[in-house]
């Protein structure tokens, strides 16, 4: 096996089957343009792995430059961003160095290449019957032990928002043991809930308490 033909989890009749929240993050091996990656290596730590249609993209593009930027605050909650595309390692490169010539920003993170598309068919990236990557935006919440915490998809149009794709992260990681649930809007340093009581209490707020 190729090392641009990466070794994925997929069903057995080699279709991908639909990941959900709560799967095992399938595992592979490609190269990226930080060199060999085996994605079971990047257990131990949140990993956020994001698909993009094609380099040199103006939607892709903008997402690269607020994702390097944003790098810190990433690593800063134990997490590695992880980026894939249908493009080849060589385009990859490419468009890396006019990101970092167009806007003086370094992509600090690792950008896979996917040219035989079976990464992106093993995590649901693709339509089985799909033959180009044009319908691929989506984004994988990936917590330590290597399982899918939480999904997002974004059509061609419409680019992430760095942003909200942090308070996902912190999020999941605030609630991660059970004992905390984050209301909406919720944001680093807001309060938290309590799942709801075993038994109705006479309080009215025993569906919606507030965490101590």
Known sequence: MTMHEPSATISSTGRASALRMGDK?????????????????????????????????????SEFVALAKAHERFAALNCTLLGLSVDSLYAHQAWVRAIDQLFGVTVPFAVVEDPSMMIGRAYGMLDEGATDSSAVRATYFIDPEGIIRAITHY???????????LRMLAALQATADGSRLAPAGWAPGDAMLLPPADEMTEGADWFCRIAP
């Open 25 to 61: 993050a399938p595992n592979f091996e490609a190269r990226t343009t930080k060199g060999p990656l085996r994605f079971s290596e990047l257990q131990g730590r949140w990993v956020v792995f994001f698909s993009h249609p094609a380099d040199f993209t103006p939607v892709c593009t």
């Open 155 to 165: 059509p061609m149009s419409v680019g992430r928002s760095v942003d909200e794709m």
